[in-house]
């Protein structure tokens, strides 16, 4: 990991190390979907879903920390022992109502619950460093041996009614017209405290494992003692109010053109408090979103000849900061030995779409597509480095920038080549992409790069059979391939002599299967990163990290009733 720099053109080695990750994960998940029908015209549903994952993590870093001022630690090994427990609870109902006497006026309504924590009990860091005895002994320096607990919970509750009214319009056509509004609210409360063993250790037991060396003889005998060395911005609540309404148009201008348009007004506020738990109303930092948009959208759709079809529309989104990225509260990565901490004062940012297709259909699921598309950003949300004592990343809003490019998408059947051929299928896609964000540093000449995280290139392409059809074998495989031009991972400092962080390409296959069993039973297997190809990041001509990410295998049986 290389990003320090004393001067322009200057980059010195920070952390040289090696990580060697063990995780053991458990998945349960539970999903109940059910209705009351009582008519066709009105229809209740209901969907529960349960997701909970536990993690079992062992960490080892190895080799050489920095220090600052481009000096290292002796050889040393960094542990880091966690256990995490996320759960996701979801509930919604919704209803569908025809009312015949409005004209078949349609009315939709739904509500939705969710609620997500996270748990992460006793989680231990801890750093033994070469002695220049020939053997590694426990590190006393603060921060070094580290118990951590934190505990984050996330409610939301969301209401929405669309109202949907069809009519006539000439040459027999039919048009719709469609307004609805939502309320969502959002509330988040995240607390983290930190732990460290202080007092004085017997030179000679330094170098016996941690649970010797913290004995609980040791403990009781009150020659170490556990302090809290939590920090004041270790703990944050947010909340987030979003209203919205919006009205929409479908109008069939010909039998082949259709147009619809319409825009949506979005007031969200988001507030953000980052606090001290000991004395909360002491130099509490509070973060503030409170803006109002109009976010038109077009789209027109030419049928203009058998099998053809053309497309283009206008759209403006809106890009809202993560919670956690507008508070202070920093989070330590162990893998990367680097911290991330959001920024307060970032701002949304606003996004104009512009695209056009063109499309030709051999048949209903078989395509094929060219595209083009430009984009042009408000204030993007950006990641970059911060020149500080530890690596940093956090975040930015940039003035503006602009991204555009072209596509081609296709899906299409082999049975031309031979009718045994006709459930293998290969489809693909490529992409070529520009961007562009201007800025200036400070006290240098205005200069462009390309738009963080955005690759300049992207291909896809699936080869797979499917004959999970009525009357097939209901077999169902496919084998999935990606790989991405450099990206920029994360914005350097050119004043401080860090250069910008790229992500480099590196080859994805992942294998997605299922097999229709008898009594409704359905097996699936998905094989993620078989080839567990090499990852490196660069700075510059060095290389800053490389490594593996494993291989990651899934079963599932399935039952549908």
Same mark, same amino acid.
Request: cysteine-free; glycine content about 8%.
């Given at each position: 990991?290389?990003?320090?720099?004393?001067?322009?053109n200057?980059?010195?080695?920070?952390?040289?190390?090696?990580?060697?990750?063990?995780?053991?994960?458990i998945?349960t998940?539970?999903?109940?979907?059910?209705?009351?029908?009582?008519?066709?015209?009105?229809?209740?549903?209901?969907?529960?879903?349960?997701?909970?994952?536990?993690?079992?993590?062992t960490?080892?870093?190895?080799?050489?920390?920095?220090?600052?001022?481009?000096t290292t630690?002796?050889?040393?090994?960094?542990t880091?022992?966690?256990?995490?427990?996320?759960?996701?609870?979801?509930?919604?109902?919704?209803?569908?109502?025809?009312?015949?006497k409005?004209?078949?006026?349609?009315?939709?309504?739904?509500?939705?619950?969710?609620?997500?924590?996270?748990?992460?009990?006793?989680?231990?860091?801890y750093?033994?460093?070469?002695?220049?005895?020939?053997?590694?002994?426990?590190?006393?320096s603060?921060?070094?041996?580290?118990?951590?607990?934190?505990?984050?919970?996330?409610?939301?509750?969301?209401?929405?009614?669309?109202?949907?009214?069809?009519?006539?319009i000439?040459?027999?056509?039919?048009?719709?017209?469609?307004?609805g509004?939502?309320?969502?609210?959002?509330?988040?409360?995240?607390?983290?405290?930190r732990?460290?063993y202080?007092?004085?250790?017997d030179?000679?037991?330094?170098?016996?494992?941690?649970?010797?060396?913290y004995?609980?003889?040791?403990i009781?005998?009150?020659?170490?003692?556990?302090t809290?060395?939590?920090?004041?911005?270790?703990?944050?609540?947010?909340?987030?109010?979003?209203?919205?309404?919006?009205?929409?148009?479908?109008?069939?201008?010909?039998?082949?053109?259709? #147009?619809?348009?319409?825009?949506r007004?979005?007031?969200?506020?988001?507030?953000?408090?980052?606090?001290?738990q000991?004395?909360?109303?002491?130099?509490?930092?509070?973060?503030?979103?409170?803006?109002?948009?109009?976010?038109?959208?077009?789209?027109?759709?030419?049928?203009?000849?058998?099998?053809?079809?053309?497309?283009?529309?206008?759209?403006?989104?809106?890009n809202?900061?993560?919670?956690?990225?507008?508070?202070?509260?920093?989070?330590?990565?162990?893998?990367?030995?680097?911290?991330?901490?959001g920024?307060?004062?970032?701002?949304?940012?606003?996004?104009?779409?512009?695209?056009?297709?063109?499309e030709y259909?051999?048949?209903?699921?078989?395509?094929?597509?060219?595209?083009?598309?430009y984009?042009?950003?408000?204030?993007?949300?950006?990641?970059?480095?911060?020149?500080?004592?530890?690596?940093?990343?956090?975040?930015?809003?940039?003035?503006?920038?602009?991204?555009?490019?072209?596509?081609?998408?296709?899906?299409?059947r082999?049975?031309?080549i031979?009718?045994a051929?006709?459930a293998?299928?290969?489809a693909?896609?490529?992409?070529w992409?520009?961007?562009?964000?201007?800025?200036?540093?400070?006290?240098?000449?205005?200069?462009?790069?390309?738009?963080?995280?955005?690759?300049?290139?992207?291909?896809?392409?699936?080869?797979?059979y499917?004959?999970?059809?009525?009357?097939?074998?209901?077999?169902? #495989?496919?084998?999935?391939?990606?790989?991405?031009?450099?990206?920029?991972?994360?914005?350097?400092?050119?004043?401080?002599?860090?250069?910008?962080?790229?992500e480099?390409?590196?080859?994805?296959?992942?294998?997605?299967?299922s097999?229709?069993?008898?009594?409704?039973?359905?097996?699936?297997?998905?094989?993620?990163?078989?080839?567990?190809?090499?990852q490196?990041?660069t700075?510059?001509?060095?290389?800053?990290?490389?490594?593996?990410?494993?291989?990651?295998?899934?079963?599932?049986?399935?039952?549908?009733?």
């Amino acid at each position: 990991m290389t990003n320090k720099g004393t001067g322009p053109n200057s980059l010195q080695i920070d952390n040289d190390l090696r990580v060697n990750n063990n995780e053991r994960q458990i998945s349960t998940s539970g999903f109940l979907d059910w209705g009351v029908e009582f008519s066709e015209r009105n229809k209740l549903k209901f969907t529960s879903m349960l997701l909970r994952q536990t993690d079992d993590t062992t960490t080892q870093l190895s080799g050489k920390f920095g220090t600052g001022g481009g000096t290292t630690t002796p050889d040393s090994v960094q542990t880091r022992l966690g256990w995490i427990e996320r759960q996701l609870f979801d509930q919604q109902v919704s209803g569908k109502h025809i009312l015949p006497k409005l004209n078949d006026l349609q009315l939709d309504w739904r509500y939705s619950f969710a609620q997500a924590t996270r748990k992460e009990p006793d989680r231990r860091d801890y750093l033994y460093s070469d002695s220049g005895q020939g053997d590694y002994e426990l590190s006393q320096s603060a921060g070094d041996f580290e118990r951590q607990w934190g505990e984050l919970t996330d409610t939301s509750n969301q209401v929405a009614l669309d109202l949907t009214q069809p009519f006539d319009i000439w040459s027999n056509l039919k048009a719709k017209a469609k307004i609805g509004g939502l309320m969502f609210f959002r509330n988040r409360d995240s607390k983290v405290r930190r732990f460290e063993y202080q007092g004085s250790l017997d030179p000679a037991t330094l170098t016996l494992p941690i649970d010797q060396i913290y004995s609980p003889q040791r403990i009781s005998s009150g020659a170490v003692n556990l302090t809290e060395t939590t920090f004041a911005a270790d703990a944050y609540s947010a909340n987030m109010r979003l209203n919205a309404a919006y009205a929409m148009l479908e109008i069939p201008l010909l039998p082949s053109l259709d #147009i619809m348009g319409g825009a949506r007004m979005e007031q969200a506020e988001i507030t953000v408090t980052s606090f001290d738990q000991f004395n909360p109303l002491a130099g509490a930092e509070k973060a503030k979103l409170n803006n109002t948009d109009v976010l038109p959208a077009v789209t027109v759709t030419w049928r203009f000849a058998e099998d053809f079809q053309l497309r283009a529309g206008y759209g403006k989104t809106v890009n809202r900061p993560d919670l956690r990225e507008l508070s202070r509260s920093a989070y330590y990565d162990i893998e990367t030995a680097s911290t991330f901490a959001g920024v307060p004062t970032l701002k949304r940012a606003l996004i104009d779409n512009v695209d056009g297709r063109i499309e030709y259909y051999f048949s209903s699921d078989e395509v094929f597509s060219v595209g083009a598309f430009y984009k042009r950003f408000k204030d993007p949300i950006e990641t970059v480095f911060r020149n500080s004592a530890d690596v940093l990343y956090t975040l930015q809003n940039s003035d503006k920038a602009t991204l555009y490019g072209i596509e081609f998408e296709g899906r299409k059947r082999l049975g031309f080549i031979a009718d045994a051929l006709d459930a293998v299928f290969f489809a693909g896609n490529f992409s070529w992409i520009e961007s562009e964000v201007d800025y200036t540093p400070d006290g240098l000449k205005k200069t462009s790069r390309p738009l963080q995280s955005q690759s300049p290139w992207v291909v896809n392409a699936q080869l797979g059979y499917d004959d999970d059809v009525e009357g097939g074998t209901g077999t169902a #495989i496919s084998l999935l391939y990606n790989i991405s031009g450099p990206r920029l991972r994360a914005i350097g400092n050119l004043q401080a002599g860090i250069p910008d962080q790229y992500e480099q390409p590196f080859h994805q296959l992942d294998l997605v299967a299922s097999q229709r069993l008898p009594h409704k039973l359905q097996l699936g297997l998905r094989a993620q990163n078989i080839l567990n190809a090499t990852q490196r990041w660069t700075q510059g001509d060095i290389k800053t990290r490389e490594f593996r990410r494993g291989v990651y295998i899934v079963a599932n049986l399935g039952w549908s009733y």
